[in-house]
């Protein structure tokens, strides 16, 4: 599992794997402004969903493609942890 105590505050996490449990901390996701590829990340139980954001409210998951299409700003300040799951 990655420390919360790692990464800055101005990083970026990927973290794409975790099938067998969490690869990160519950401050992390706290934290961090969160992004995911598919609604399901969230909505689904694991292995489709992840560990890390089952009982994450929908409004704190931001849609990647939204990151993309230019409806969502992604960072939004130089000190900001994002967390891409």
């Known amino acids: ?10 990083a970026h996490i990927s ?5 067998h449990g969490h ?3 519950p401050d992390t996701v706290r934290t961090g402004s969160l992004f995911v590829e598919w609604p399901g990340a969230a909505a689904s139980a694991p292995p489709a969903g992840t560990h890390e954001m089952q009982g ?10 939204s990151v993309l299409d230019g409806s969502h700003p992604g960072r939004r300040g130089p000190t900001e942890l994002t967390v891409f799951k």
């Not at 599992?1 to 101005?10: T, V």
């Not at 973290?15 to 099938?19: A, H, I, P």
């Open 56 to 65: 994450i409210p929908p409004h704190r998951i931001t849609l990647l493609g």
């Open 23 to 25: 690869e990160l901390a």
């Open 1 to 10: 599992m990655l420390d919360p105590s790692w990464p800055a505050k101005c």
């Open 15 to 19: 973290s794409v794997g975790g099938s």
